[in-house]
Nanobody
Framework: QVQLVESGGGLVQAGGSLRLSCEAS???????MGWYRRAPGKQRELVSSVTADGNTIYANPVKGRFTISRDNAKNTVYLQMNSLKPEDTAVYYC????????????????WGKGTPVTVSS
């Protein structure tokens, strides 16, 4: 079972930037990988995904501000976050992207501890 370790979060002022990293203990193979976030009092949501060959998808709230990428040789996925807003405050997790019986995206690896991002206004 692949272990995932997220890092790079922190406290930043609105308009600032952060770069998150997710290191996997093993090969991600052909998995589509994603960054998810859980804001206080809200359900976890998928904010961005990247296929093994680099095709990307972004949720509307982060389009034009976040960039997802991956380095398959390093088994690492990144999320560059620019123009951060207070509503981006959340714990960010990475995992692969699968769809459950309800058509909702979810990860099938064990969830890591995530990395917290706090954006002050």
């Amino acid at each position: 079972q692949v272990q995932l370790v997220e890092s790079g979060g922190g406290l930043v002022q609105a308009g600032g930037s952060l770069r998150l990293s997710c290191e996997a203990s093993g090969s991600l193979g052909g998995d589509t990988m994603g960054w998810y976030r859980r804001a206080p009092g809200k359900q976890r949501e998928l904010v961005s995904s990247v296929t093994a060959d680099g095709n990307t998808i972004y949720a509307n709230p982060v389009k034009g501000r976040f960039t997802i990428s991956r380095d398959n040789a390093k088994n690492t996925v990144y999320l560059q976050m620019n123009s951060l807003k207070p509503e981006d405050t959340a714990v960010y997790y990475c995992n692969n992207v699968m769809y459950n019986d309800y058509g909702e995206p979810t990860g099938m690896y064990y969830w890591g501890k995530g990395t917290p991002v706090t954006v002050s206004s």
